[in-house]
């Protein structure tokens, strides 16, 4: 899945990805990560989300890291903050008080440029991502981050009857990724109302991952 294939997905609008308030298993459990105020919560392939409005609301500090740069320009404008925007290796950067998003591929974000990372919001990277890439994605993640916990959002359907994005990553998977390096936690599912882009049944199911590594 080549890069353009989600710029032009922003650039046409067809974004039926991104949800018009905040997820809902976010707001029941990210508290079980057991957070303080002011800590720095990584969100990789973040899009507009906004999710990012209401960490921002419970007092934490984020950061993001975002393919397609108009996203991150509808995201701050919509947040309301004017950015400064600098380059960063292969990435540009857009700050404000208490958000950074880097727009370039993930795979240039260094643990350098991120930070402390406290802990890792995953709603739509993992499950956007197919599955040749979802191995190095999630160790990727698990260095730049050093293993910081996360609340993971998946979605499970019968992919032979839709192509993703999003893609299919049931449970086994979920451990195949991060068994050896987190303790995994079941928290909730449930059923995707009408179905995964109208189209198939599906469920979405919330995750928290605390490392293992002593």
């Given at each position: 899945?080549?890069?353009?294939?989600?710029?032009?997905?922003?650039?046409?609008?067809?974004?039926?990805?991104?949800?018009?308030?905040?997820?809902?298993?976010?707001?029941?459990?990210?508290?079980?990560?057991?957070?303080?105020?002011?800590?720095?919560?990584?969100?990789?392939?973040?899009?507009?989300?906004?999710?990012?409005?209401?960490?921002?609301?419970?007092?934490?500090?984020?950061?993001?890291?975002?393919?397609?740069?108009?996203?991150v320009n509808e995201l701050?404008?919509?947040?309301?903050?004017?950015?400064?925007?600098?380059?960063?290796?292969?990435?540009?950067?857009?700050?404000?008080?208490?958000?950074?998003?880097?727009?370039?591929?993930?795979?240039?974000?260094?643990?350098?440029?991120?930070?402390?990372?406290?802990?890792?919001?995953?709603?739509?990277?993992?499950?956007?991502?197919?599955?040749?890439?979802?191995?190095?994605?999630?160790?990727?993640?698990?260095?730049?981050?050093?293993?910081?916990?996360?609340?993971?959002?998946?979605?499970?359907?019968?992919?032979?009857?839709?192509?993703?994005?999003?893609?299919?990553?049931?449970?086994?998977?979920?451990?195949?990724?991060?068994?050896?390096?987190?303790?995994?936690?079941?928290?909730?599912?449930?059923?995707?109302?009408?179905?995964?882009?109208?189209?198939?049944?599906?469920?979405?199911?919330?995750?928290?991952?605390?490392?293992?590594?002593?």
């Amino acid at each position: 899945m080549e890069a353009s294939f989600w710029q032009q997905k922003w650039e046409r609008g067809e974004i039926a990805f991104h949800e018009s308030e905040a997820n809902p298993f976010l707001v029941a459990h990210f508290e079980k990560l057991n957070l303080t105020k002011g800590c720095l919560v990584f969100l990789p392939l973040c899009g507009k989300t906004r999710d990012f409005s209401w960490l921002l609301a419970c007092g934490y500090r984020v950061v993001g890291a975002e393919l397609s740069e108009l996203a991150v320009n509808e995201l701050f404008k919509e947040l309301g903050l004017e950015p400064q925007i600098s380059k960063t290796g292969k990435l540009v950067r857009y700050s404000a008080k208490d958000i950074d998003i880097f727009v370039g591929d993930i795979f240039d974000v260094s643990a350098e440029y991120l930070g402390a990372i406290s802990a890792i919001y995953d709603r739509a990277a993992l499950v956007a991502l197919p599955s040749g890439i979802r191995e190095r994605y999630t160790s990727h993640l698990i260095n730049i981050t050093c293993t910081a916990p996360q609340l993971l959002i998946s979605y499970e359907y019968d992919q032979l009857l839709m192509d993703g994005p999003p893609f299919s990553v049931n449970e086994s998977e979920v451990k195949r990724h991060y068994g050896d390096t987190y303790q995994l936690q079941f928290v909730e599912s449930k059923s995707v109302a009408g179905g995964l882009k109208g189209k198939v049944a599906s469920t979405e199911t919330a995750w928290l991952l605390r490392s293992s590594i002593k």
